[in-house]
């Protein structure tokens, strides 16, 4: 017998008791609020620690250093066999005589290697690929393909010289940055998640205050012959106005706080501006916060009833 | 029309607030439960609306074993009931009106019923002039007469008053008491827990007196003897 008779005075005595208990309405909405605040600086958070741990491994790389002699067509040959491995992100060809501008470049201030240089006349630099993976840890795959290219040596005497994974400093760098930016990003999901956490205990136990307020009025209701639903549904309603308007009020704060920090962030970290950021992707924010509170208020609220209705 | 057959309450700590307790109450019945405090007389009342459960014995309400409804159907069982509390226990939050309105809201009633029997049991309570106002802004005696209007509006079968004028002063009680007796009139069974004498006394109806959990004498036209 849900009809729309009944939904009118659901939500009718569920705005009342709002306006009504509007003490108890104000304070549950700041807790609240700081609760979502909370869930949407994590989340910012989150992006920011994604981009800086992606900056950093984007810095991870493995060259291949080719001989002097190694024909440019085998050389060209090889990087489109690379660029078809499923690890493989991008390869980038450097030939012989641009490692020499390069190198000719780096040492433009250094006269005693420039002459040293020009007593060899030739040129003593080989051709480079650069290669970069999509992950840090298919590096070695890559370096094991190229190692197996350089032992089958295309017939003849292999065109490659070195590949910089296997030397002893370039792999543990490697490794070593693979560490710390798997240990950061589990460390910061870790804090991340005990903040919501937190935060979300803290709103549910101020949602169950103000309803245990409301526990001989839920007992008196039940005598006089209301049925459980009933009673239940406008707290429920109660609860999505608190997480509707605290989720609100979060959205407002964030611009101006995102606002003051954008610059701020984008020279500290990897080139994210925050305020852009939460612009261009308003609507992820908008759902994720204010489905938040309206499901944590809806949650708590029809729990917190319920003890109450045992009679 | 109610029955109780044999029924005992024994709390957790071990005390016995009900010891086989039998009687029945016949409709259109003005039934008053006296005793000192403490004699079982709220212990029995709670039974019929089972905000308690019976240790023994059953509670019968229009062939209904009271006890055996489960939580999900017993408000259906409490609309035929109707009830006012010692300490009027009116919904702060509502005022005078809504709070009759209630009653009719929960028990799903049509809009326009509530329109118009609310107006008239605030008529009939003599309240209609506090119809907007807030319970903390009643005396005792208006919240009194508040909640029997709203235990009224749905015209149950039974009125319990539990001590109702255990908190009022000796107008508002006779007031209260003769509110009772007028709906006793217009046929609705009425069972009136007190340790008022001078009501039991101006009453001249059946009493029903309770001491340490037990029944001790049941008069068809009793005074109030303890």
Same mark, same amino acid.
């Given at each position: ?7 009118? $005075? ?197 949602? $169950? ?103 | ?226």
């Amino acid at each position: 017998m849900f009809d729309s008779v009944i939904l009118k $005075r659901i939500l009718r005595a569920g705005f009342l008791d709002f306006w009504r208990n509007g003490f108890v309405s104000l304070a549950s909405i700041l807790v609240m609020t700081v609760t979502l605040f909370v869930v949407g600086t994590t989340l910012f958070a989150g992006v920011m620690l994604n981009s800086t741990l992606a900056t950093l491994r984007d810095k991870a790389d493995v060259t291949v250093y080719f001989t002097t002699r190694a024909p440019e067509e085998q050389i060209l040959q090889l990087q489109q066999t690379l660029q078809t491995l499923p690890q493989v992100e991008a390869v980038t060809y450097t030939s012989a005589e641009d490692a020499l501008t390069a190198f000719r470049n780096r040492h433009q201030n250094d006269q005693l290697t420039l002459q040293a240089l020009q007593e060899l006349g030739d040129n003593p630099l080989g051709a480079e690929l650069d290669i970069k993976a999509k992950d840090i840890s298919q590096y070695d795959a890559i370096a094991q393909f190229l190692q197996q290219q350089q032992q089958n040596g295309g017939g003849g005497a292999s065109i490659i010289d070195k590949i910089n994974y296997f030397d002893q400093q370039h792999r543990q760098a490697l490794d070593r940055l693979q560490e710390i930016t798997d240990s950061a990003g589990r460390i910061g999901l870790i804090i991340i998640l005990i903040l919501v956490a937190v935060t979300i205990a803290i709103s549910f136990n101020t949602l $169950r205050l103000a309803i245990y307020t409301s526990r001989e009025e839920i007992q008196v209701m039940r005598l006089v012959g209301a049925g459980q639903f009933y009673i239940r549904a406008p707290f429920m309603v109660e609860g999505v106005l608190y997480g509707l308007i605290s989720g609100i009020i979060t959205l407002l704060l964030l611009y101006p706080v995102t606002y003051w920090m954008g610059e701020a962030t984008q020279n500290f970290f990897g080139g994210i501006n925050v305020f852009h950021y939460y612009l261009s992707h308003f609507f992820v924010f908008f759902a994720i916060i204010i489905g938040t509170g309206v499901l944590l208020g809806a949650v708590a609220s029809y729990l917190a009833v319920r003890r109450y209705l045992k009679i | 029309m109610i029955y109780y057959d044999r029924v005992g309450k024994v709390y957790a700590d071990n005390s016995i607030a009900l010891e086989d307790v039998s009687f029945s109450v016949e409709p259109g019945e003005f039934i008053s439960i006296v005793g000192h405090s403490g004699a079982g007389k709220t212990t029995l009342v709670k039974m019929l609306l089972a905000e308690e459960k019976p240790s023994s014995g059953s509670v019968f309400f229009e062939s209904i074993n009271v006890h055996e409804v489960p939580m999900n159907r017993i408000n259906h069982l409490r609309r035929k009931i109707g009830t006012v509390f010692q300490d009027f226990r009116l919904l702060p939050q509502k005022t005078a009106y809504e709070n009759i309105a209630f009653a009719m809201e929960a028990a799903g009633r049509a809009e326009e019923e509530i329109h118009s029997d609310v107006p008239h049991v605030l008529d009939l309570v003599d309240l209609t002039d506090k119809a907007n106002n807030f319970p903390d802004e009643l005396s005792g005696g208006e919240q009194q007469r508040i909640a029997i209007a709203r235990a009224i509006v749905n015209q149950p079968d039974v009125i319990i008053a539990d001590e109702p004028t255990g908190n009022l002063d000796p107008v508002n009680t006779f007031e209260i008491v003769q509110i009772l007796k007028k709906i006793n009139d217009l046929g609705t069974t009425v069972i009136l827990t007190t340790h008022n004498k001078g009501v039991i006394d101006a009453l001249k109806k059946r009493v029903i007196t309770m001491d340490r959990g037990k029944i001790i004498r049941d008069d068809r036209e009793g005074k109030y003897i303890l």
